[in-house]
């Protein structure tokens, strides 16, 4: 239970900048899924000041009883019902604009992140976009104090975790037909990575 109250702070913290951010890439009727949306804090801040967009939110099996028991509380009644998702199973039917996620790249093995982009570029629509918010390494740059120590931490916690590269995205993302769009930088050196579907 801290880790979650750690991470809903953090995405309360984090979640202006992020609307910030995304903001020129919503478009009027854009439909967004999010990934590992924890206690709803981005789809809610973010639905609140764009009610043209529909936003899906979903979680792992794990964490959707701390998502649900949040939403019975505070309702997000202008956006669909939460899904169960795991990125290496059974995605979702349809088309989506944007395909999001804060803080789950390096929380994931390896094995999701490379189903994230081989599914998700698939329920992309042509011109789609995925991002992906979080620290990130990269290997032309000398990586920050606070990023090496976290990634340290992460994988003493579990080997499988870690901050990923951008050179290793960008490579899932070509392979999957999708190209760099942008590399926002955020605060507490975070980055806000995007890349469209061709």
Not at 85 to 112: C, E, K, S
Not at 146 to 158: C, K, V
């Amino acid at each position: 239970m801290a880790s979650q109250i750690g991470d809903t702070r953090a995405a309360v913290r984090n979640r202006a900048p992020i609307y910030e951010a995304l903001s020129p890439w919503l478009s009027p009727g854009t439909r967004v899924l999010e990934i590992g949306s924890g206690q709803g804090v981005h789809a809610r801040y973010i639905t609140e000041r764009r009610p043209d967009i529909a936003w899906q939110m979903s979680e792992t099996s794990a964490g959707m009883a701390a998502l649900c028991d949040r939403l019975s509380r505070e309702p997000i009644t202008t956006q669909p019902a939460p899904i169960t998702l795991d990125v290496r199973q059974a995605w979702p039917a349809g088309q989506y604009t944007m395909i999001f996620g804060a803080n789950i790249a390096h929380i994931m093995p390896m094995t999701g992140v490379r189903a994230l982009f081989h599914h998700g570029a698939a329920v992309l629509e042509a011109g789609g976009h995925l991002c992906l918010y979080g620290p990130f390494f990269d290997t032309r740059q000398t990586a920050g104090a606070g990023n090496q120590r976290f990634d340290a931490a992460l994988r003493a916690r579990d080997p499988a975790m870690g901050l990923r590269t951008r050179q290793t995205l960008d490579a899932l993302a070509g392979a999957a037909g999708l190209v760099p769009a942008a590399c926002q930088i955020m605060p507490r050196d975070n980055r806000l990575l995007i890349w469209s579907k061709r």
